[in-house]
């Protein structure tokens, strides 16, 4: 009955490596606006195999010169997934140890590492400000570029001191609003604008400040520390997923962890 269907190994690779793609697509604009465009962009897309497959030439000639046309407009449409698609992609890869190492050998790059002591430092603070009702935001580089972020506050180049931390992050102070970024050991920029998360699963309890480090995290692969000023909890957050610390010595932990 269907002798006429000659289907392969590729052929069945084919159709379930393009069923990923459309469920990550899916998973990445869930929630949004974009999905309702996604589905009738998929919807249009099988219209035009149908017109096709009926060999309706005028008609899927119109349909076809659109989906041409339609290629450059999702790129313009969807930049903002498509790149925090790429960039997941690529913190994915880059997360790994191994593959830092083996581009810092070959690019003379350097692994932004925490030492213990700078580690301690934060830490701290950290405390100190969660004691005093301090809100803090303090973004930890790892090996994505964070020049967008860093230019759009004050530069500092200073080496990191629970001291500075505090006086930075002091209510009064004219560099506490914002986030601070340390990278490779130094702080090297405060009063940073970070961008904020369009995740509409986030819980509303969560501010501003909560939702700019889970932005932050979703286009890059840094970390970020946050002490919130309303409760005094601390939060650690990574690939978009934020989680409140129970205590310091956790907040260490997390921290180490992510490194490696």
């Known amino acids: 009955m269907f002798g006429f269907i000659n289907i392969e190994l590729i052929d069945i690779i084919d159709i379930v490596l393009v069923g990923v793609l459309i469920y990550q697509a899916y998973k990445l604009i869930r929630g949004t ?34 989906m041409g046309v339609g290629v450059l407009a999702l790129i313009i449409l969807f930049q903002p997934e ?30 932004k590492v925490l030492g213990s002591d ?30 967008f972020i860093i230019e759009s506050g004050d530069r500092l180049d ?19 609003d914002g986030a601070m970024v340390i990278s490779a050991s130094r702080i090297v920029a405060a009063r940073c604008t970070l961008p904020i998360s369009e995740n509409p699963h986030i819980p509303a309890f969560y501010g501003m400040r909560h939702r700019a480090a889970i932005g932050i995290s979703e286009q890059s692969d840094a970390t970020v520390v946050v ?34």
């Open 118 to 147: 700078e580690l301690n430092e934060i830490t701290q603070a950290c405390r100190r400000m969660s004691e005093s009702f301090t809100g803090a935001l303090i973004v930890l580089a790892k090996s994505s570029s964070l020049n």
């Open 158 to 176: 200073a080496r990191i001191s629970r001291r500075l931390i505090e006086n930075i992050f002091f209510k009064n102070a004219p560099m506490h």
């Open 227 to 260: 002490v919130s000023e309303e409760t005094g909890d601390v939060s650690f957050v990574s690939d978009g997923v934020i989680k409140k610390m129970n205590s310091i010595t956790e907040l260490r932990l997390a921290i180490e962890s992510s490194a490696n």
């Open 82 to 111: 498509i790149r925090r698609f790429l960039l997941r992609m690529g913190t994915r890869y880059m997360n790994s140890s191994r593959h830092i190492r083996f581009i810092s050998f070959f690019f003379g790059g350097k692994e």
């Open 33 to 66: 606006a974009a999905l309702n465009i996604f589905i009738g962009i998929i919807g249009f897309y099988f219209i035009w195999l149908v017109v096709k497959a009926l060999q309706m030439e005028l008609l899927s000639s119109i349909l076809g010169q659109v």
